[in-house]
């Protein structure tokens, strides 16, 4: 089994069979740099190039298929990949299995980052592969533009962890010197500290570390560690994964706002928001965004966006605007997209600048604040009528046994006190009675009865 890189943080891999020199190209997004390697191996009678593979329908790894289907050598070759991937002839079904020469290769759905994820397990013989594209990465794992903190804990801790611990992990970006520096702050571990010495050392980590190193130096498949529970003060292993990428995100996002520099001392007693704030373009003040929310949209436009002159930043697909709103977490209703595409291409040219795409991003962002000042609102209301005004607005509070019972009293309701305490241990959690409910369990158990959505 060979396999071959590119040159920057963004990886294409061939992988060969070495018996029938049967081989595929894996994410092959910068065309220019993989096409001429791959017709010389073609020349020379080293490869046989019977397929494109995609791990998922992001540009960077998707974006060149079109492009590389135009070389004569590359004509219809198939494009195996999840359904949105550009020029996809080939969907394999999760667990599908299919073959490159002798090598068994298996697709496994692991949809978060984007909903067509899929990493690709390969066996050779004695050697196990999988390839993992924005999924997985050493000491990391992807963001969640498509899904929850629930999927990406089934695709990485089941899925991903259930495969042969002395398989090779190959990433589809080298982002192991980032990702270590975040994984030290949780989990300040041996395993985690040699990690660190190798990314320090090398340029290219892919393929030097096992599944089975991912479960000892990857915080994101440590969640049912103590430690990890500790500092993200979650039990639940859904909650823990969804509480690291949070702070991933924050601490990626102070890295970069410091522009390399170490962290200046601050004052002691100074809280967080002492720390430097990035600057608000002009852009971002006229539409009254912050600059991490500008980062965020540039982010998400940058995902979907396509080269285009006199456009600094590429425009972007109109038929891509709901997905890159939606990795936004800002998902627009029917009737909202109608209006927002007749607002980006008013002349029906197929796609939208990113002053434009920001501008509507923007309206969303602050539909979405005001939305949920409303609902907090109006949890505080419903908690402290349920204890009967016993606490004022940011005091603690719970609501107890005694609460209950007079909301049942003032409601002339007959209700038995064994199921007030079942109230009470199905929204704490079973902590015990004793423990009353706090307003975020509150709004939990309201959640779930279908109260708020």
Same mark, same amino acid.
């Given at each position: 089994m060979l396999l071959g890189t590119g040159t920057s943080d963004n990886y294409a891999y061939l992988v060969v069979d070495d018996k029938t020199k049967d081989a595929v190209i894996i994410d092959p997004a910068n065309p220019d740099e993989v096409a001429p390697v791959l017709k010389q191996q073609i020349k020379d009678g080293k490869i046989n190039l019977t397929a494109i593979v995609n791990t998922h329908h992001h540009w960077d790894h998707a974006g060149g298929n079109k492009k590389m289907l135009n070389h004569p050598e590359f004509q219809g070759k198939s494009i195996i990949g999840g359904k949105d991937c550009e020029a996809v002839s080939k969907t394999p079904q999760d667990g599908e299995t299919f073959k490159i020469g002798d090598i068994l290769v298996k697709a496994l759905y692991t949809p978060c980052h984007t909903q067509d994820s899929i990493c690709y397990y390969m066996q050779d013989g004695d050697q196990k592969v999988v390839f993992t594209g924005d999924t997985l990465f050493h000491a990391g794992c992807g963001k969640f533009f498509e899904g929850t903190p629930e999927q990406m804990n089934t695709a990485l801790n089941k899925t991903l962890a259930s495969l042969p611990d002395d398989t090779k992990v190959y990433p589809g970006h080298e982002y192991t010197k980032?990702?270590?520096?975040?994984?030290?702050?949780?989990?300040?571990? *041996?395993?985690?500290?040699?990690?660190?010495? &190798?990314? /320090?050392?090398?340029?290219?980590?892919?393929?030097?570390?096992?599944?089975?190193? $991912?479960? $000892?130096?990857?915080?994101?498949?440590?969640?049912?560690?103590?430690?990890?529970? %500790?500092?993200?003060?979650?039990?639940?292993?859904? *909650?823990?994964?969804?509480?690291? %990428?949070?702070?991933?995100?924050?601490?990626?996002?102070?890295?970069?706002?410091?522009?390399?520099?170490?962290?200046?001392? %601050?004052?002691?007693?100074?809280?967080?928001?002492?720390?430097?704030?990035? +600057?608000?373009?002009?852009?971002?003040? *006229?539409?009254?965004?912050?600059?991490? $929310? /500008?980062?965020?949209?540039?982010?998400?436009f940058g995902l979907f966006s396509v080269p285009m002159s006199g456009e600094k930043e590429g425009v972007i697909p109109i038929k891509d605007v709901r997905r890159a709103m939606i990795a936004l977490d800002i998902h627009p209703t029917p009737s909202e997209l109608a209006e927002f595409t007749s607002i980006l291409d008013p002349d029906g040219e197929g796609y939208a600048i990113?002053?434009?795409?920001?501008?509507?991003?923007?309206?969303?962002?602050?539909?979405?604040? %005001?939305?949920?000042?409303?609902?907090?609102?109006?949890? /505080?209301?419903? &908690? +402290?009528?349920?204890?009967?005004?016993?606490?004022s607005s940011g005091e603690e509070g719970k609501i107890t046994l005694a609460s209950l019972k007079r909301v049942a009293r003032a409601l002339k309701e007959d209700v038995e006190e064994d199921l007030l305490r079942d109230m009470i241990l199905e929204a704490n959690g079973?902590?015990?009675?004793?423990?009353g409910v706090n307003k975020e369990e509150f709004e939990g158990v309201m959640r779930r009865a279908g109260v708020w959505r």
């Amino acid at each position: 089994m060979l396999l071959g890189t590119g040159t920057s943080d963004n990886y294409a891999y061939l992988v060969v069979d070495d018996k029938t020199k049967d081989a595929v190209i894996i994410d092959p997004a910068n065309p220019d740099e993989v096409a001429p390697v791959l017709k010389q191996q073609i020349k020379d009678g080293k490869i046989n190039l019977t397929a494109i593979v995609n791990t998922h329908h992001h540009w960077d790894h998707a974006g060149g298929n079109k492009k590389m289907l135009n070389h004569p050598e590359f004509q219809g070759k198939s494009i195996i990949g999840g359904k949105d991937c550009e020029a996809v002839s080939k969907t394999p079904q999760d667990g599908e299995t299919f073959k490159i020469g002798d090598i068994l290769v298996k697709a496994l759905y692991t949809p978060c980052h984007t909903q067509d994820s899929i990493c690709y397990y390969m066996q050779d013989g004695d050697q196990k592969v999988v390839f993992t594209g924005d999924t997985l990465f050493h000491a990391g794992c992807g963001k969640f533009f498509e899904g929850t903190p629930e999927q990406m804990n089934t695709a990485l801790n089941k899925t991903l962890a259930s495969l042969p611990d002395d398989t090779k992990v190959y990433p589809g970006h080298e982002y192991t010197k980032s990702n270590v520096k975040f994984a030290l702050s949780v989990l300040p571990s *041996e395993a985690v500290k040699k990690l660190q010495a &190798f990314a /320090e050392n090398n340029k290219e980590t892919q393929g030097k570390f096992t599944i089975g190193d $991912e479960k $000892e130096h990857n915080p994101f498949m440590r969640t049912q560690d103590p430690e990890i529970q %500790r500092v993200t003060s979650k039990t639940d292993p859904v *909650e823990v994964m969804g509480k690291l %990428r949070e702070m991933k995100n924050s601490f990626k996002a102070k890295r970069q706002s410091a522009k390399g520099k170490p962290p200046k001392r %601050r004052a002691q007693g100074l809280g967080e928001s002492a720390a430097p704030k990035a +600057r608000q373009s002009k852009l971002a003040k *006229e539409h009254n965004i912050t600059a991490a $929310e /500008e980062n965020e949209i540039k982010e998400a436009f940058g995902l979907f966006s396509v080269p285009m002159s006199g456009e600094k930043e590429g425009v972007i697909p109109i038929k891509d605007v709901r997905r890159a709103m939606i990795a936004l977490d800002i998902h627009p209703t029917p009737s909202e997209l109608a209006e927002f595409t007749s607002i980006l291409d008013p002349d029906g040219e197929g796609y939208a600048i990113y002053s434009s795409f920001l501008a509507i991003c923007a309206l969303k962002f602050h539909a979405r604040t %005001r939305t949920s000042d409303s609902h907090n609102q109006e949890v /505080e209301e419903a &908690f +402290r009528l349920f204890m009967n005004g016993g606490a004022s607005s940011g005091e603690e509070g719970k609501i107890t046994l005694a609460s209950l019972k007079r909301v049942a009293r003032a409601l002339k309701e007959d209700v038995e006190e064994d199921l007030l305490r079942d109230m009470i241990l199905e929204a704490n959690g079973g902590v015990g009675v004793g423990k009353g409910v706090n307003k975020e369990e509150f709004e939990g158990v309201m959640r779930r009865a279908g109260v708020w959505r």
